[in-house]
């Protein structure tokens, strides 16, 4: 008798005679390239005859030639089609699988394990178990059907075929009733199938016990639907697909299905389509297989749609399906349409009798709400108005049954579709109150987040008394790096709960607040095109509704990211404006910050005396008010002006007696910030041994707060210094560690400066082609962050041009 890798070994000395590859061969033979593999490795040992003759033809092979192909096959000298142990059987062979589809598409990791498994030698002494799992609609029957098909001749004996309906269509199956459908399928007679699951799940054992059979029971809604459908002796082989995770079956291989990639999914709908169709329209397609959330079910919807219209451009149903509120309607809208199939996991659950799956099935009606793309529990439990434990609980739930998905512990994501349907259904049966007052629970239980984390960044920050209800609503973090971790966590959320928050008229009083709060956060790290981006928004709706004094405070905040992007102009007509506004509502403290940021600004214009006018303003205020943190920043401003005109005593005055200030009070953030300013004011005049002093104290203080934002600012002012003093190696290192912190905590900004600098220091020694690479990574990382220091880099790279090649 031939070895198993004798077909393989034939197979493969026919093809490389023939000159094909594998996939010459597989698309003459009408076979996949998969399937041919599979047979030259062995992997799928007894091939139809069918198979053999569409391989032969391929191949030209002549008579005598098929025949050694064929009975290699067989493993033996002559046909034999049955097995010992059919043929002592009752004669039935069923062959139920249905059809695989001619057009499956990727899968390529999932498939390897499945023929893996239920072909592999390491599992010859059990029954050989697999599972498919995931969300409704993802393509589990397709790929279990085609990997049954792909491994199908590993088991003569027959392949059983079991819809459990676990989610529809109709009733689930019953364990009874599946087992009696399936001696059926073997020949019992109905008459002696037994009353009781026992009984009927050991004959059913005993019937297929010493056989080689592949049973594959689809639609399965839980463990207990499957556990008495298990062949028990080795041979056989089962195969279970389930939108709900079976790791309570033990032994079975895992396999949990995600939606398909953007590329498999454009070629499943170029399959269908037409793959030129697809490829004149390629950009439409990539947005179509997005909208469908590259769920084959759906892909092939949209498919079907568009092969029976060929008249429709690929961007019509495009543009049909950039509507939300009518995607699921192009999606199809009956039994087999993607709204029904996941209609059936939510019912599911509805119709359970545990408190919580109903509970769950409820909450998704909720979640659907904010635009957030990702959920997080503390979030949630304030859209739910429960408990963290509870919300956990239900969300651990849905992802039980793939309706949603666990990113990492207390993390989820709602897969785009199932967001479609829960605000659908959210629309339907929940009253506009009731979206409204959960989505301001989440709003104002971000704006307290926001207010803590400024506690914890400005400490003494007079915006902190214009906090509101929602700073009782949360606890207080245990330090700044906490507050900057959640909010970094959450960033992307926070952004889109403020976009929606300004559309929504009823939610519209919550946005200026909301964006006040998220000053120390922004500030701290940097982040100047998203504070201006919500300071915007909350100004305007600030003003809109009467809110002065929030206007006021976002008005000054506005005037931040100008100055930091150089557009001092614009800077100035903000605190200008805020001055005015401060003065009209009677805010001293308000006016006080005014005219030191007004100090600053014109400092930085060059406009010395109007500066010095507004700091020694701003002090008076400030001791008027006994408000030492304004005071402190007033003395700040006025060291850099004393400075700068020359009078080294009183500049040095007025530094020491701001950092001691802030000293007293035990604000380390506000020290370093403080060493930091006196720092760079030195640096510019000159001063390498007090502006050095200054910045290493400035990062020893921020190094204490886990401020890498502020640490790597001073480090790019000491790679500035160091260059000016000819000491390339320590600014390299100074510039090298300012843009690691820097790009840890995604400040383009200071990235784009700190190369900047690393070029200086190349050039310094005389590599021009290192220079020009760094000043031109910059140019590009500050064209969206800072017009005047991406000029800074384009000056550098305009003044220091490229060698001409010789002979050019």
Known sequence: MAS?????????????????????????????????????????????????????????????????LANAARGTSSPQLT?????????????????TLADFTGREAALEKLVATLTGSDRTSTVR???????????????????????????????LYLDLRGYGPGEPVPPLDALSQLLRSLGIDGHS??????????????????????????????????????????????????RRGLTALPGFVQVSLSPLSEDDSISLLGKIVGESRVTAEADAA?????????????????????????????????????????????????????????????????????DLDRRAAAALDLLGLPNSSDLFTAATARLLDETEDDTEHMLERLVDLNLLISLEPGRYRLHDLIRAYARERADQVLSEGTRTDALSRVLVFYTGIAWRCQEQTHQGNPRLSL??????????????????????????????????????????????EFALSLFGYYEALGRWNDMRTVCTAGRDLARELGFRHLAAWLEHDLAIPDA????????????????TMFESVGDLVGQARCSTSLSRVLERMGRWAEAVTH??????????????????????????????????????????????????????????????????????????????????KSIDAYQQVYDGNGESESHRDLAELYVALGRHDTARHHAETGLRLARKNGNLQREGELLIQLGRIAHAEGDLPTARTHWQTAATLLRSQSVPTESVALDLLAAHPEPLVDGE
């Open 83 to 99: 097995s010992p142990a059919d043929a002592a059987s009752t004669g039935v062979v069923p062959r139920q699988l249905p059809p």
């Open 129 to 159: 178990m697999a599972a498919v799992t995931g969300m409704g609609g993802v393509g589990k029957t397709s790929l279990a059907v085609h990997a049954a098909h792909l491994t199908a001749d590993h088991y003569p004996d027959g392949h």
């Open 193 to 242: 199938i037994p009353d009781s699951v026992d009984e009927a799940a050991a004959l059913y054992r005993s019937r297929i016990a010493g056989l080689r059979m592949l049973v594959l029971l689809d639609n399965a809604n839980g463990a207990a639907q499957v556990r008495a459908l298990l062949p028990g002796a080795p041979g056989a082989a089962v195969l279970v697909t389930s």
């Open 4 to 68: 198993e890798t004798t077909l393989g070994e034939l197979l493969r000395g026919f093809r490389i005679a023939a000159n094909l590859t594998q996939g010459a061969l597989a698309e003459k033979a009408g076979l996949s390239e998969q399937a041919v593999s599979l047979l030259e490795r062995g992997t799928r040992r007894r091939p139809r005859i069918s198979t053999i003759h569409a391989l032969a033809e391929a191949l030209a092979l002549d008579r005598d030639a098929e025949e050694q």
């Open 615 to 696: 700091g020694e303003q701003a002090l008076a205020l400030s001791q008027q008010l006994g408000d030492t943190t304004i005071e402190g920043t007033s003395y700040l401003a006025l060291g850099s002006l004393y400075l700068h005109s020359g009078d080294l005593t009183r500049a040095d005055r007025s530094f020491t007696r701001a950092i001691a200030l802030s000293s007293s009070t035990g604000n380390v953030r506000s020290s370093a910030k403080r060493y930091q300013n006196a720092g760079q004011a030195y640096l510019r005049a000159g001063l390498w041994e007090k502006a050095a002093d200054h910045l290493t």
């Open 564 to 579: 930091e992007s150089g557009r001092l102009e614009l800077s100035l007509g903000h605190l200008r404006t805020a001055r």
């Open 467 to 512: 906090a509101g209800d929602s700073l009782r609503a949360v606890p207080a973090f245990a330090d700044g790096v906490a507050a900057m971790t959640w909010l970094n966590n959450d960033q992307t959320n926070l952004s889109e709960a403020l976009q929606q928050a300004c559309r929504i008229p009823a939610l519209q009083p919550l946005v200026p």
């Open 286 to 354: 990539r947005t179509i297989a997005r909208l469908a959330g590259r769920l084959p079910l759906a892909v092939r919807l949209v498919g079907a749609r568009l092969a029976a219209r060929p008249g429709w451009p690929v961007e019509h149903l495009m543009n049909q399906l950039r509507d939300e509120k009518r995607r699921l309607d192009e999606l199809g809208t009956g039994a087999t349409g993607v709204r029904s199939n996941i209609a059936a996991s939510v019912e599911f659950l509805a119709a359970s009798d545990q």
